[in-house]
RNA sequence: GGUCUCAUCGUCUAACGGUUAGGACACCAGGUUUUCAUCCUGGCAAUCGGAGUUCGAUUCUCCGUGAGAUCACCA
């Protein structure tokens, strides 16, 4: 059985990139009967945030990215937080001081910085190993770091998604397993974690790929058979130099939910940000995503957050969507104007709306018209390239037509459109007279939906009555 | 600086060593009875540079160049 696990640091919002490692490791605990677990990292008191585990939870939850084991959720693994399994590091790291393979650190911060800045001078890479005492220690009361006594060689592995490595012992270092203030280190819990919660599959930020071969030498000292371990290239900025962070607008993932993207078109967009399934589909459903996601897909290379395409893939669902579940998705969007109209008349509008509509907080602005009566906007005529260039008198002249051919009409969208083309025969004029006229008329907006459907959907009373305010107006 | 990694249109990407290097986003132009959007058609646009291997290289090798990661009592 497949399990894989997120395994976050509460330290602040979920990020774009935190989102595709958790996406991918829930993708592939849902291609099989796997489970998706949530381990939190907090094992960096300094850094940790308060109220920062509830915000993931609550993210990943939101994300529809539903875990099966977690903190909140519990499970046969737990605890899930790693500050609750001190006890179990610590049963390890005496295994290991058992074994010889662990020792006290002597040094304090300051000697070993001091040592690291030797290095630094004379540009060579720092290895705390080469000071490592001829004496080893084992008499630990949890005062001093306790160190790794590491076997450097050379190791051959598979990334699942950056393919064979290879590297020399030179990168093979005696790191801290536990720390001074008793909690583990990264290096040392999640390994003990991982082995404790039979993970079978590692998905992280490509920023660990360096540091791997450290955790093969203590797998081996742990005797752990080590897991499938698929390394992610960031996701990078928009200049593309860099990952993207906080200071390049990088916002909290739940934003873009906020606003209105269909959670599934953003796990579309964060997805397919580094991974294809080598055909030419670019718009897939979560089931599809789920049904083909592999990590040997996935690029080696960082992918730079385009919110052109994410706009692009967002359009693409709500296109596809019907029109009650897209009507259910949107309910908290609606503008207030609205509160006043029933569930059909919104449903009608958001049918006229749905093919342009990019995000649900578009709605109010796409919709406003539709709700109340906006004020005459002299500028839609004056600035209109074909308008502009008639006399009062026409403009008037012609809407006054209208308006008496839309009087006797019946009140359907087909019925509309018949009436209206033949006005165009009656007053002999272009529809980019007559239709930008009687649509600037009824919406008094830059940009509107198809005319006749409009015209349906506000009513007969409503739009003569918009024509005759419209009239009044060039009358004056 | 050491070590490691990555490199195809502006962007996301496809291409058993043999393709006019394909698609999508974006952009531009035209079309669909008005606007915006959708949709359709067309256009622009790429293998980082240099050697080598090969009949043939985007693909394999080497050297550059550029970018990233790492070298924490952070994860």
Redesign the pocket.
Known sequence: MIRTRF???P?GYMHVGGVRTALFAWLLARQGNGHFILRL????Q??EVAGADEHLMRSLKELGLTYDEGPDVGGDYGPYR?SERLDIYKKWALKLLESGRAYV?P???EE??AF?EQ??A???????RHHRPETLSTDWDGS??LRFKSDPKEYRWTDAV??D????P??I?D??LI???G?????F??IVDDAEMQITHIIR???????TPNYLNLYEALEITPPVIASV??I?NEA????LSKRDGAKDTLEYIHEGIPLPAFLNFIA?????D???Q?IFSVDELIAKFSLD?V????????E??M???S??HI?EMDIESLYNATSRYWPEESDAYDDDYKKSVLGLIQ????KYSEIPELTRFFFIDLQINHELISS?K?LKKLETTELIDILTQAKTALENCEWSTEKI?DC??EL?ESTGQ???????L???AT?Q??????????LAVLRKDRSLSRISTQLEALSQ
């Open positions: 395994a976050p640091s330290t990292e907090d094992t960096d300094a850094r790693q650190d040094y304090t911060t070993v910085q690291r290095a630094q004379e540009k060579r890479a720092f290895l705390y001093k770091p950056m393919g490595r290879q590297t020399g030179e990168v270092d790191f801290i720390k001074s203030d909690f583990p280190t990264y290096n819990a999640h930020g490509q920023e660990f790929l360096a540091s290239p960031p990078m593309g130099n860099k990952k397919t940000l580094g991974w294809n080598g055909t030419e670019e897909r690029q080696s290379s960082g992918a730079r957050f385009d052109r395409r706009q692009w893939i359009g693409a296109r093919e342009r509509l990019k209109h074909q459109q209206l083309n165009l272009k529809p980019a007279v007559l239709f930008s009687i649509r600037i919406t907006s830059p940009a509107s939906p198809e005319l006749a459907g409009s």
